[in-house]
């Protein structure tokens, strides 16, 4: 794009994706009088699922606006809690948010996610075949146009990608009704019903088990049950705290 300019500010979340955003604030970016706003705002390198309202002069426009020369352009990012039209709110998380995925799912949300990297067409079809929220960290994943819905995932850490989806969505929690290994729902089982997966020690030290409806793992309060209950206690906590 080498036409009029624009001058666009963006939200402060939003200029991590902006590094020549990120010491003012806000840039100059040529437009070519055809693209859309929304286009302009993917090419300075901001997926379009971290960003809200978008002004124009004061007043909100649509993302498929034309920019004329000498806008001014602010750039919001997503109101909180987002609410996701259309489905029972559920997420699909790609390859490399595996523990994220499981924490998840210890929370009781329908979380999808794959465990080998089926390739970027594949997880934004599925997105949309499943209604899905995608959460990726790739960003040239979340620009795909048959993606449902998405979300970029902006932290490395676990605990914070945790606290901050958990945020940013407010899904309902059901802890301990998730198979963490394949997202299946759990049913009190009986030990007779699982002895086949328990070792010595354990058939003799745990007497209430639950089982996945789906891969038939059991699960008991074994070893990481006190590290498994933090993370539990921590989320519904946060999650009091939110509504």
Sequence with gaps: MNGPEIHVE???ELRVFVPRARQAGS???????FSSLGHVIESLGVPLTEVGALLVDGREVPFAHVPSAGESVTVTTVARPQKVPGAPLRFLLDVHLGTL????RLLGV????ESTDIGDPALA?????EQRVLL????GLLRRRELWAGAFVYSTS???QLRDVLDRFRPELLPWTRCTACNGLLRKATKDEVADQLKHGTHVTYDVFAQCTACG???WKGAHHEQLEAIVERALEESRGNG
């Design 110 to 113: 329908d979380t999808a996610y």
């Design 27 to 33: 840039v100059r970016a040529a437009t070519d009088g």
């Design 125 to 129: 079809t599925r997105s949309a075949a």
């Design 158 to 160: 676990p605990e914070e």
């Design 217 to 219: 793992r059991a699960y």
């Design 10 to 12: 963006f939200a402060p």
């Design 136 to 139: 990726s960290r790739d960003r």
């Design 101 to 104: 995925a499981r924490r998840l």
